[in-house]
């Protein structure tokens, strides 16, 4: 279906900006390394002013023309609603094709709209650029507030401009189009939270566009979290029309990085999640009112379908949290605990499908940082077409804080910006050769790898013993480790549920960065280590970098039928605080590792179990009989300073991190479990390093 363009009269275009001053909404929230490849490095080299210049140097057009409220019909008849941002020059809609930009959007387009609108204004008002200056100066150190600075000092990196589609993308000749998901916003049918529908749409979406009058039939896609998700998923029907994609902190694999990563539900940001998205789709089309273009029967059908399925997935997450059994599991709730099911399956992206060029940017604690590195070695093309950037942040800010000032990344609308302008419009700016893997090293800078894990890093054993290192006092045991294993008898050290994971980096990331505002809980685990166990090497000699996947491989014994175990990895500072740097889980019972998806290094052990995560497989514990679990800790790129120590913590909960269902925790009777320290049997770490941590 051809459609006309419609540009909103002055009163529609006022109320817009009226809109915009009330509704402002909330911003989503080191040397240069040199390179051993042909690529530039971190810092873009020769070619980064050229980019840089793109975006802040004179555009072909001044304005914009909104053609809002536009109805898609899918093949089934399903109506998707999508606002369209033209190019304009005072006000005229250019003539021609272009390239597109699609957001497939799935918290509604009219709050991004107004978004939009609110940065084009103080923009406009000349107020932008030093409010964003202002803000990415801000640094008051020793107030115990590090966290809102780390923060703040992001909002002069264009992560805002990159995330929002600003529209200075349509001042440089692209069009816009941000399309309401299925079942979200004002587009009608049921959410299908990412399933096979919503990828099908996304296909037949790209395609409505590729035929439009102001097409050139080149699409790029983009997005941040939800719509990062999304950007990467349209990729799943190989639609012709798609040449790009830029996805900013997004997730190839939504079960392994929050859904059900080792049994365990994110609670603490998917129930909020999902009460947010099922409250913003309720909101009617309040848009096509002041376009005139409301339509009864579209809207009478928006109302039945939000009517028919108000609250998706709520049922699954109250099912899942009141069951005392898996024989009270709901067909839909078996589901998510079937790795077969249509439901659970779509919760991975199939990232062989990836045929275009795909820009993804992450962060180490991000709430999706556990698979980035993984979609990124596993999309099939060559180097000059994939690139990942890393920051050592969350997701309220992925750690860019810095970028497009010297020696530095340049900011993310610019890498934005020239990747589009690369592959949509085919112009040679040399962005092919950005370095492919950009990473902010926790403990230390910035830099560029040409592979990961790092080639020089050899994965060892470091073996826990429960000789006191001394270095924590507070912990419920404060033991050793080491490369030799130097355990002399049996012995059992106990751990119990606690709270104090409230006030740790594990529930910084679950909460998205906003508990890392206080320095207390987002950079130090001493809080939290008062309720584990510790084992602490000795401080290394010279700086030693870690770079992949770990792995914890424990001998424990359960008091009850189940259990659930939280394992990180911590770099001690000499002054005693202890920062988190990887983080995994498991619950006892759905320990079974899939052999054909598990990685192991040159000794044989794993390096990043992939477990069935399969109710069918369950095999309960038997109290007082030692089993051994191999807990998956997210992948690392780190440095330990000279003088600093390695620290493997142990605990029986990371709540709100994750919370295992009611029926888990019925088996376990949360009751106090162990770790068997035995010679004959024993506990480790399978890490990667650079050099030998001396005993």
């Given at each position: 279906?051809?459609?006309?363009?419609?540009?909103?009269?002055?009163?529609?275009?006022?109320?817009?900006?009226?809109?915009?001053?009330?509704?402002?909404?909330?911003?989503?929230?080191?040397?240069?390394?040199?390179?051993?490849?042909?690529?530039?490095?971190?810092?873009?080299?020769?070619?980064?002013?050229?980019?840089?210049?793109?975006?802040?140097?004179?555009?072909?057009?001044?304005?914009?023309?909104?053609?809002l409220a536009v109805p898609i019909t899918m093949d089934d008849g399903t109506v998707?609603?999508?606002?369209?941002?033209?190019?304009?020059?005072?006000?005229?809609?250019?003539?021609?094709?272009?390239?597109?930009?699609?957001?497939?959007?799935?918290?509604?387009?009219?709050?991004?709209?107004?978004?939009?609108?609110?940065?084009?204004?103080?923009?406009?008002?000349?107020?932008?650029?030093?409010?964003?200056?202002?803000?990415?100066?801000?640094?008051?150190?020793?107030?115990?507030?590090?966290?809102?600075?780390?923060?703040?000092?992001?909002?002069?990196a264009g992560a805002i401009e990159a995330a929002l589609q600003d529209w200075k993308?349509?001042?440089?000749?692209?069009?816009?189009?941000?399309?309401?998901l299925r079942g979200t916003g004002t587009s009608g049918g049921d959410w299908q939270?990412?399933?096979?529908?919503?990828?099908?749409?996304?296909?037949?979406?790209?395609?409505?566009?590729?035929?439009?009058?102001?097409?050139?039939?080149?699409?790029?896609?983009?997005?941040?979290?939800?719509?990062?998700?999304?950007?990467?998923?349209?990729?799943?029907?190989?639609?012709?029309?798609?040449?790009?994609?830029?996805?900013?902190?997004?997730?190839?694999?939504?079960?392994?990085?929050?859904?059900?990563?080792?049994?365990?539900?994110?609670?603490?940001?998917?129930?909020?999640?999902?009460?947010?998205?099922?409250?913003?789709?309720?909101?009617?089309?309040?848009?096509?009112?002041?376009?005139?273009?409301?339509?009864?029967?579209?809207?009478?059908?928006?109302?039945?379908?939000?009517?028919?399925?108000?609250?998706?997935?709520?049922?699954?997450?109250?099912?899942?949290?009141?069951?005392?059994?898996?024989?009270?599991?709901?067909?839909?709730?078996?589901?998510?605990?079937?790795?077969?099911?249509?439901?659970?399956?779509?919760?991975?992206?199939?990232?062989?499908?990836?045929?275009?060029?795909?820009?993804?940017?992450?962060?180490?604690?991000?709430?999706?940082?556990?698979?980035?590195?993984?979609?990124?070695?596993?999309?099939?093309?060559?180097?000059?077409?994939?690139?990942?950037?890393?920051?050592?942040?969350?997701?309220?800010?992925?750690?860019?804080?810095?970028?497009?000032?010297?020696?530095?990344?340049?900011?993310?609308?610019?890498?934005?910006?020239?990747?589009?302008?690369?592959?949509?419009?085919?112009?040679?700016?040399?962005?092919?050769?950005?370095?492919?893997?950009?990473?902010?090293?926790?403990?230390?800078?910035?830099?560029?790898?040409?592979?990961?894990?790092?080639?020089?890093?050899?994965?060892?054993?470091?073996?826990?013993?429960?000789?006191?290192?001394?270095?924590?006092?507070?912990?419920?045991?404060?033991?050793?480790?080491?490369?030799?294993?130097?355990?002399?008898?049996?012995?059992?050290?106990?751990?119990?549920?606690?709270?104090?994971?409230?006030?740790?980096?594990?529930?910084?990331?679950?909460?998205?960065?906003?508990?890392?505002?206080?320095?207390?809980?987002?950079?130090?685990?001493?809080?939290?280590?008062?309720?584990?166990?510790?084992?602490?090497?000795?401080?290394?000699?010279?700086?030693?970098?870690?770079?992949?996947?770990?792995?914890?491989?424990?001998?424990?014994?359960?008091?009850?039928?189940?259990?659930?175990?939280?394992?990180?990895?911590?770099?001690?500072?000499?002054?005693?605080?202890?920062?988190?740097?990887?983080?995994?889980?498991?619950?006892?019972?759905?320990?079974?590792?899939?052999?054909?998806?598990?990685?192991?290094?040159?000794?044989?052990?794993?390096?990043?179990?992939?477990?069935?995560?399969?109710?069918?497989?369950?095999?309960?514990?038997?109290?007082?009989?030692?089993?051994?679990?191999?807990?998956?800790?997210?992948?690392?790129?780190?440095?330990?300073?000279?003088?600093?120590?390695?620290?493997?913590?142990?605990?029986?909960?990371?709540?709100?991190?994750?919370?295992?269902?009611?029926?888990?925790?019925?088996?376990?009777?949360?009751?106090?479990?162990?770790?068997?320290?035995?010679?004959?049997?024993?506990?480790?770490?399978?890490?990667?390093?650079?050099?030998?941590?001396?005993?």
């Amino acid at each position: 279906m051809r459609l006309a363009l419609m540009r909103p009269s002055k009163l529609v275009v006022k109320g817009l900006v009226i809109a915009s001053a009330i509704l402002a909404c909330t911003p989503f929230l080191a040397p240069t390394a040199s390179s051993d490849t042909a690529f530039t490095g971190i810092d873009g080299g020769a070619y980064a002013p050229g980019w840089t210049a793109a975006v802040d140097g004179p555009q072909p057009y001044n304005s914009i023309s909104p053609d809002l409220a536009v109805p898609i019909t899918m093949d089934d008849g399903t109506v998707l609603k999508a606002d369209i941002i033209h190019p304009a020059n005072n006000g005229r809609a250019a003539d021609g094709k272009r390239p597109v930009i699609v957001q497939f959007q799935g918290y509604g387009k009219l709050p991004i709209l107004v978004g939009q609108a609110v940065i084009s204004a103080a923009d406009s008002l000349g107020i932008k650029k030093p409010l964003e200056d202002w803000a990415g100066s801000l640094n008051l150190p020793g107030v115990g507030l590090d966290g809102l600075f780390d923060i703040t000092r992001q909002l002069d990196a264009g992560a805002i401009e990159a995330a929002l589609q600003d529209w200075k993308l349509a001042n440089a000749g692209y069009t816009l189009v941000q399309v309401d998901l299925r079942g979200t916003g004002t587009s009608g049918g049921d959410w299908q939270v990412f399933g096979d529908r919503e990828k099908q749409d996304a296909a037949e979406v790209i395609d409505w566009v590729t035929r439009q009058p102001w097409s050139d039939g080149n699409v790029g896609t983009m997005g941040i979290s939800f719509t990062a998700i999304s950007a990467l998923e349209a990729t799943d029907r190989k639609p012709p029309g798609l040449k790009a994609v830029f996805a900013y902190e997004g997730s190839g694999d939504i079960f392994n990085d929050i859904a059900g990563a080792g049994g365990a539900v994110g609670v603490g940001f998917l129930v909020p999640w999902l009460i947010g998205v099922n409250a913003l789709k309720m909101i009617p089309d309040v848009t096509s009112i002041l376009v005139g273009k409301f339509d009864p029967a579209q809207q009478l059908q928006w109302l039945k379908d939000r009517i028919a399925d108000p609250l998706t997935l709520v049922d699954m997450v109250v099912n899942g949290y009141t069951a005392l059994s898996p024989d009270q599991l709901t067909a839909r709730t078996r589901q998510l605990v079937d790795p077969n099911s249509p439901f659970r399956k779509g919760l991975k992206a199939d990232v062989s499908h990836i045929e275009v060029p795909t820009f993804m940017v992450g962060a180490w604690f991000d709430i999706f940082g556990t698979t980035p590195t993984d979609t990124f070695a596993s999309i099939p093309l060559p180097e000059e077409q994939k690139k990942l950037v890393m920051g050592d942040g969350y997701h309220l800010g992925s750690g860019v804080a810095g970028f497009g000032h010297p020696g530095m990344p340049p900011r993310l609308d610019v890498l934005q910006r020239a990747w589009f302008d690369h592959w949509l419009r085919g112009i040679d700016n040399g962005i092919e050769k950005y370095t492919p893997l950009t990473f902010k090293q926790q403990g230390a800078g910035w830099t560029d790898a040409p592979e990961f894990p790092r080639a020089e890093a050899t994965y060892r054993r470091m073996y826990l013993n429960d000789i006191p290192s001394g270095t924590s006092p507070n912990s419920r045991y404060d033991g050793g480790l080491s490369e030799t294993a130097r355990q002399g008898g049996v012995n059992d050290l106990t751990v119990a549920p606690g709270v104090l994971s409230l006030c740790s980096r594990d529930g910084a990331r679950i909460s998205a960065g906003v508990l890392a505002i206080i320095q207390a809980c987002g950079d130090d685990s001493r809080i939290w280590e008062n309720d584990g166990l510790t084992f602490t090497s000795s401080p290394v000699g010279q700086a030693t970098t870690i770079s992949g996947p770990l792995n914890v491989h424990l001998n424990v014994v359960e008091d009850a039928a189940d259990g659930y175990w939280v394992s990180t990895v911590n770099d001690v500072a000499p002054d005693g605080s202890s920062r988190e740097i990887a983080t995994g889980q498991l619950v006892a019972s759905i320990r079974q590792i899939d052999e054909d998806n598990s990685k192991t290094s040159a000794n044989g052990d794993y390096t990043e179990p992939h477990y069935f995560l399969d109710l069918t497989r369950r095999e309960p514990t038997v109290p007082g009989v030692p089993v051994t679990l191999d807990i998956a800790l997210t992948p690392i790129e780190a440095v330990l300073q000279p003088g600093h120590r390695l620290r493997v913590d142990v605990y029986a909960s990371n709540f709100p991190k994750a919370l295992p269902p009611l029926f888990f925790l019925a088996d376990s009777g949360l009751k106090p479990e162990h770790v068997r320290l035995d010679p004959d049997a024993p506990s480790w770490v399978n890490v990667p390093l650079t050099a030998s941590i001396p005993d």
